[in-house]
């Protein structure tokens, strides 16, 4: 049973939407100066990476382990998180289980958890942008290479959207 999608966004609704969310930083218009003559219906946004990140040493307190946070791990988390990758694929690339890299998202009682938490937050917002424009570029050279990768990323939500 085929199907149809229509969404409909201005331009300046969108980047609105990204400043309100606090991800401004993330993105900028494109405009008409930006183009070369082979661009002819860019994605509306140039895309920049996270800044980044620089943890504040985490203390040991008492006779606990050393904070296995550490700047080195932390950037590759945050590599792993800007290409789309999983919770368990990031921690996997940042040599930590996934549990405690859940855990390092939610904790709040050191500045360096909460720097990762706005720097993995600003990679997945990141990788989402560069997936909509994976997306707008193959719907502006053909539609059906939008599907393909929609399919191809999003296998188990796809077939529930197709029965």
């Known amino acids: ?23 401004a930083a993330l993105a900028r218009r494109v405009t008409s100066q930006d183009l070369s003559p082979s661009h002819q219906r860019p994605f509306p946004l140039e895309l920049m990476p996270p800044s980044p990140i620089n943890l504040p040493a985490i203390p040991r307190d008492g006779r606990g382990r050393p904070a296995s946070l550490t700047n080195a791990r932390a950037r590759k988390i945050i590599a792993a998180a800007c290409q789309g990758a999983s919770v368990p694929a990031c921690a996997a690339a940042g040599g930590v289980t996934p549990n405690t890299l859940k855990s390092w998202l939610k904790r709040k009682d050191h500045p360096a958890f909460t720097i990762l938490q ?46």
Do not use: C
């Open 118 to 163: 706005g720097h993995y937050a600003d990679a997945v917002t990141y990788a989402t942008l560069a997936t909509l424009k994976v997306i707008a570029d193959g719907v502006a050279s053909d539609p059906k290479h939008a599907f393909e990768f929609l399919a191809s990323r999003y296998t188990e939500n796809w077939s529930m959207l197709l029965r």
């Open 1 to 23: 049973m085929p199907f149809t999608v229509s969404l409909s966004m201005t331009l300046g609704d969108f980047i609105d939407v990204l400043q309100r969310n606090g991800y």
